[in-house]
Every structure is written in structure tokens, then in C-alpha cells.
């Protein structure tokens, strides 16, 4: 069983930056590829930045140029650094890990709230 835990998330004012982190624990898997996922009230859940084992990194047009996925293969960690933060990027973000064979799993999700 793999599991997820995501921290970094809080309070930030328009203009500020975070760092999420995302630790994946367990045995018997392996890391195809894992990302970064977001959902606002009222709202889907939608795709922010993936990274793969490979090191393709793709991200959504929203936070292009403001967002960075980065990895840690050997604490089996994902990272995003957001930068420039607006009120538009509320959310509850969400880690997920997808192995080779599709198998995926999701975080507990961590708060980020953009406000003044």
C-alpha cells in the first residue's frame, strides 16, 4: 500500500510564494510519474503539474511560468514551488503518484489560501 502526505500548504497574500511537498511511503511500488492536482470550491478537480520519471514535466496554462515541479527519486518526493500566487489559485491541492501499470494514488490534499 502506498501512501501519500503532502505538506506546505496556508495563508499567503497575493503576490507571496509556497512550497508544497508530497512523501510517498510503502512497499512494492514503482513511480511512473506524480503531479500536483487542485480543486476550488464549486469546481473540478484539475491537473496544475505532472512530472515523470523521465523528467517531462507538463503544466497547466494557469500557472505556466509561475509554478515548478521538481522530484526527489530517493525520498520518493515531489515538490511544487509556487511563485506569484493569486486569489485564483485557492484551492485544496492534491498529490498524486501514478505507477508503471496505472495503478494511482492520491494524498489527503493540503489548503492554500491566496487572500489580502
Known amino acids: 500500500q502506498v501512501q501519500l502526505v503532502e505538506s506546505g500548504g496556508g495563508l499567503v497574500q497575493p503576490g507571496g510564494s509556497l512550497r508544497l511537498s508530497c512523501a510517498a511511503s510503502g512497499t512494492g511500488f514503482s513511480i511512473y510519474a506524480m503531479g500536483w492536482y487542485r480543486q476550488a470550491p464549486g469546481k473540478q478537480r484539475e491537473s496544475v503539474a505532472t512530472?515523470?520519471?523521465?523528467?517531462?514535466?507538463n503544466y497547466a496554462d494557469s500557472v505556466k511560468g509561475r509554478f515548478t515541479i521538481s522530484r526527489d527519486n530517493a525520498k520518493k518526493a515531489v515538490y511544487l514551488q509556487m511563485n506569484s500566487l493569486k486569489p485564483e489559485d485557492t484551492a485544496v491541492y492534491y498529490c498524486r503518484l501514478i505507477e508503471y501499470g496505472a495503478q494511482n494514488y492520491w494524498g489527503q490534499g493540503t489548503q492554500v489560501t491566496v487572500s489580502s
Open positions: 512530472i515523470t520519471s523521465a523528467d517531462t514535466t
